[in-house]
T-cell receptor, first 108, second 115 residues
Framework: GQNIDQPTEMTATEGAIVQINCTYQ??????LFWYQQHAGEAPTFLSY??LDGLEEKGRFSSFLSRSKGYSYLLLKELQMKDSASYLC?????????WGAGTKLIIKP | DAGITQSPRYKITETGRQVTLMCHQT?????MFWYRQDLGHGLRLIYY???????DKGEVPDGYVVSRSKTENFPLTLESATRSQTSVYFC??????????????FGPGTRLTVT
């Protein structure tokens, strides 16, 4: 079957660093996406990994290990506006399979 | 640049009624998708379309019908609404749905309540 696991909720402090993990088991793999979704809004694209390693984009970085079926999203210098849900999605056989999302709460 | 729009944004309907949710994109993207999002679940694909007049089922197609006569429009119809179809519905579009990296762009969503 197809399965993507993420923690349901995480809490972090403004200015700190947080790592959101995603593990997956899918029948095919053509890349892994991270999306951000603020409450009541649509998901917006953050990053894409298809090869192993770290992709850095400003305060956000995403890591992939295909052999371990594992990815993480690293958020640095947290700001209050980073309070949102973070969705992991795997492209498998031309479709995106989505995790349930991790709700990130930022405290001052 | 309107991007991708959905209408209505909010809808309340009764069980058994037919409801159509509209989706329109201005980018001429080939691929369009309909998802539903429920608490505790990830986004679940209902239907997708690779081009005008080409549609295919996703993970949860039962009770839904789609059509795509024009590239820019992808309406979703609930033939006879049930309470289990109460959800937030997102339309998305993408330049490509193949193995490439093209991300999906999402509309603002339609919050549907079936009473």
């Amino acid at each position: 079957g197809q399965n993507i696991d993420q923690p349901t909720e995480m809490t972090a402090t403004e200015g700190a660093i947080v790592q959101i993990n995603c593990t997956y088991q899918t029948s095919g793999f053509n890349g892994l996406f991270w999306y951000q979704q603020h409450a009541g809004e649509a998901p917006t694209f953050l990053s894409y990994n298809v090869l192993d390693g770290l992709e850095e984009k400003g305060r956000f970085s995403s890591f992939l290990s295909r052999s371990k079926g594992y990815s993480y999203l690293l958020l640095k210098e947290l700001q209050m506006k980073d309070s949102a849900s973070y969705l992991c999605a795997v492209k498998s056989n031309y479709q995106l399979i989505w995790g349930a999302g991790t709700k990130l709460i930022i405290k001052p | 640049d309107a991007g991708i729009t959905q209408s209505p944004r909010y809808k309340i309907t009764e069980t058994g009624r037919q409801v159509t949710l509209m989706c329109h994109q201005t980018w001429s993207h080939s691929y369009m998708f309909w998802y539903r999002q429920d608490l505790g679940h990830g986004l679940r694909l209902i239907y997708y379309s690779a081009a005008a007049d080409i549609t295919d089922k996703g993970e949860v197609p039962d009770g839904y019908v789609v059509s795509r006569s024009k590239t820019e429009n992808f309406p979703l119809t609930l033939e006879s609404a049930t309470r289990s179809q109460t959800s937030v519905y997102f339309c998305a579009s993408s330049e490509s749905g193949g193995i490439s990296s093209y991300e999906q762009y999402f509309g603002p969503g339609t919050r549907l309540t079936v009473t």
